[in-house]
Structure formats: structure tokens, C-alpha cells
């Protein structure tokens, strides 16, 4: 949305919201809204003529993202038959009993189902100010700007992605 407000103001603002389910899940942990994501923003800004030749614009902006990680499957192309023999003996419970332990699915890799830990996710915020005050002179301009934008980011990403918790994190 835009436009004038006053004869010598104009504004501008813009909001957005997106969001999307899950779309894939782990057999092994349960996992069920891998690739969910939610993400909102807004931005504004404002126009004003202060006049003799001079403008001052203002604008703001906010953002968020929080998102469950994408899916990560296995093509089955890229799997030896030893790897998985390792694997299944690595992570055997019962080392020695002669069954192999839980096995990646590397069955098909475009089906959204995984059997390895999921535990991804991220949240991520950020907003800014900023103020352009301009003085325009016969033969050049005069510009100020000052701005502020503060980020956080917190994102937490499985290290290995395999039906076991080999590396916990906290």
C-alpha cells in the first residue's frame, strides 16, 4: 500500500506472511514436520518535503523466519553395499549378536521419509531504522544517512545424519 498522506508526505508499507507444514518424516525419531516453516516481515517507509529543497526520508523493517530444517534423503546410487554393512555394525545395540543395526533408508530418495535423527531447527529475526535527510543545492546534494539493524540467529542442525544420537547437543 502507498501514497500521499499530506501535500508534502508520502508513505509506503508492506507486510507479508508466508508458512508451509511439514513435508517429509523421520521413521526413526518420529519427525513429522520436516521442511515446516513459518515467515512474517513488514516494511514502511516515509516521505516528507520539510521544503527549501530539502527531504527527509524515514524507514523501517522487521523480519522473522523459524524453519524445522529441510529433508535430507540418501540416493540410493551413492550408497555402497559395505557402507551399509558398516553402518549396521557400528550402530548395532547388541554388538556381536549378529544383526546389523538401524540402517539408513536409501530406498528412494525423492519420497519425503527418512529413517535418521531430525532434529533441525532455526529462528531467525532482524529489524532496522534508518533516516535520509537530503538537501538538494543548484549544483549538488547534501545527504545524511543514519541507520541501525539488529540480527539474531539461532539455528540448530544435526551433524550426522543417521538413525542414531552419536553427538548429542544441548
Known sequence: VNGSLHDRVAGRLSVQHAERGGVARSSFDGADNIGAY???????????????????TLRADWKRIENNGT??????????PEYLDRIGFILDPNQGDGQPGPLPDVSNAFDYRVHQKHDDHAQDSQGGLSAELVWAGDNFDVKSITAIRDWDNQTHEDLVRLPADILQRN
Open 38 to 56: 513459518e515467515d512474517d516481515s513488514i516494511r514502511g517507509s516515509l516521505l516528507v518535503d520539510i521544503g527549501e529543497r530539502l527531504e527527509l
Open 71 to 80: 529433508i535430507i534423503e540418501v540416493l540410493p546410487d551413492s550408497v555402497l
